[in-house]
């Protein structure tokens, strides 16, 4: 069984900055791909980042690209996405789910994920 869990949510105003975390326990972490999700209310679940197990691979929603970064330290089994110039927009609850049959290239589609933790609510104020 595996377990993830998001921390680092919170209440940020417009251009500030978060940094989320995702830890896993119960199955190596190592050898499987991790993205993020979010979903705001009245809204789908729609796909922010994905990194690969290396961490050489990423891709990012086009909405992100230049203000989030993800990354990976495989030793303590955590995902990070450090998110800057937040928008109000991106107000919603920010998700990490793992990928177990694509190591290599992280999915954009939520359905290809095989484990997800209980979400962080992040807020942007304007």
């Known amino acids: 069984q595996v377990q993830l869990v998001e921390s680092g949510g919170g209440l940020v105003q417009a251009g500030g900055s978060l940094r989320l975390s995702c830890a896993a326990s119960?199955?190596?972490?190592?050898?499987?791909?991790t993205g993020w999700f979010r979903q705001a209310p009245g809204k789908e679940r729609e796909f922010v980042v994905g990194i690969s197990w290396s961490g050489a691979r990423t891709n990012y929603a086009d909405s992100v690209k230049g203000r989030f970064t993800i990354s990976r330290d495989n030793a303590k089994n955590t995902v990070y996405l450090q998110m800057s110039n937040l928008k109000p927009e991106d107000t919603a609850v920010y998700y990490c789910?793992?990928?177990?049959?694509?190591?290599?290239?992280?999915?954009?589609?939520?359905?290809?994920?095989?484990?997800w933790g209980q979400g962080t609510q992040v807020t942007v104020s304007s």
């Open positions: 119960g199955r190596p972490f190592i050898t499987y791909a």
């Open positions: 789910a793992m990928d177990l049959a694509t190591p290599m290239t992280p999915s954009v589609s939520p359905g290809d994920y095989d484990y």
